[in-house]
């Protein structure tokens, strides 16, 4: 994943400038969203990219894929034209 590849980078140059947090994961997949609360992600202060550990990004794959949901919720979508 993209992602784990800018992370790995991050961690040599952007070191001081990271943040251990939880964030809401954002995935759209076949026409639908998924969101994914309280994932583990290091975050940099200066620019607000998340990174995530490969098992992380595993364990989110495999929630998506074989857990029931604990919330639907609608979306509204807009076109910008």
Partial sequence: MDRVARAKRGESTLKETMLETEVTYTLAHDGKFFLVEHVPARVCRETGEQYFAPETVERIRSAIEGQKPVRVI???VYEYA
């Fill in 74 to 76: 609608e979306t509204p």
